[in-house]
């Protein structure tokens, strides 16, 4: 199977920076997407930002200038810079990925376990 470890969250200032890193482990042949959601207390989980394999990347419009998702192909990692953070950012960060373990066999989405982000003064 496949195990994704997040890690980066914490408490920062309105206006500050963290940078969010998942690491995936385990039978993996190819990574396909890789990508980040949030999930805020009440709200249901959105799509923050996504990667595909070749780089091409999408992001929810509220991250757009804001965000920046990057991956290393080599070491299996997605990363998500987060600058300029807002009250309204704070929510559970999970890192999610799409793995095919063999050649031979249909991908699988995978999570990871979260991470929480707290922005606030």
């Known amino acids: 199977q496949v195990q994704l470890v997040e890690s980066g969250g914490g408490l920062v200032q309105p206006g500050g920076s963290l940078r969010l890193s998942c690491a995936a482990s385990g039978i993996i042949y190819e990574i396909n997407a890789m990508g980040w959601y949030r999930q805020a207390p009440g709200n249901q989980r959105e799509l923050v930002a996504v990667?595909?394999?070749?780089?091409?990347?999408n992001y929810v419009d509220s991250a757009k200038g804001r965000f920046t998702i990057s991956r290393d192909n080599a070491k299996n990692t997605v990363d998500l810079q987060m600058n300029s953070l807002k009250p309204e950012d704070t929510a559970v960060y999970y890192c999610?990925?799409?793995?095919?373990?063999?050649?031979?066999?249909?991908?699988?989405?995978?999570w990871g376990q979260g991470t929480q982000v707290t922005v606030s003064s």
């Open positions: 990667i595909t394999s070749g780089g091409t990347t």
């Open positions: 999610t990925c799409n793995v095919q373990s063999y050649f031979w066999t249909r991908a699988s989405d995978y």
